[in-house]
């Protein structure tokens, strides 16, 4: 079994910046997708961003495309999220999910382990 565990959230004015850490322990992760999804008040879990196993093929909402960038270090167990020019709307409790297989998917279902999830604010 495998624990995430999501750091760097917290309250940014717009137009600033965030780096998210996801750090997996109790088994590698280095052989599946990671995806990072998100939570706002009222609305559904949605994806934001997902990476393959190896880094290679990285794929994003298009609320943040050209704004964030999902990255991994597999010889950390670690898997970043870097947020830059962040919007109000950019504001809901981020998550950091393992996928089943190599690849990321844009589906929920698609994840079998969830961290806690970490709070982004976004103020205007």
């Known amino acids: 079994q495998v624990q995430l565990v999501e750091s760097g959230g917290g309250l940014v004015q717009a137009g600033g910046s965030l780096r998210l850490s996801c750090a997996a322990s109790?088994?590698?992760?280095?052989?599946?997708?990671m995806g990072w999804l998100r939570q706002a008040p009222g609305k559904e879990r949605e994806f934001v961003a997902g990476i393959s196993w190896s880094g290679g093929s990285t794929a994003y909402a298009d609320s943040v495309k050209g704004r964030f960038t999902i990255s991994r270090d597999n010889a950390k167990n670690t898997v970043y999220l870097q947020m830059n020019s962040l919007k109000p709307d950019d504001t809901a409790v981020y998550y950091c999910a393992k996928g089943r297989r190599q690849f990321y998917s844009v589906a929920r279902d698609a994840y079998d382990s969830w961290g806690q999830g970490t709070q982004v604010t976004v103020s205007s």
């Open positions: 109790g088994r590698t992760v280095s052989n599946y997708g």
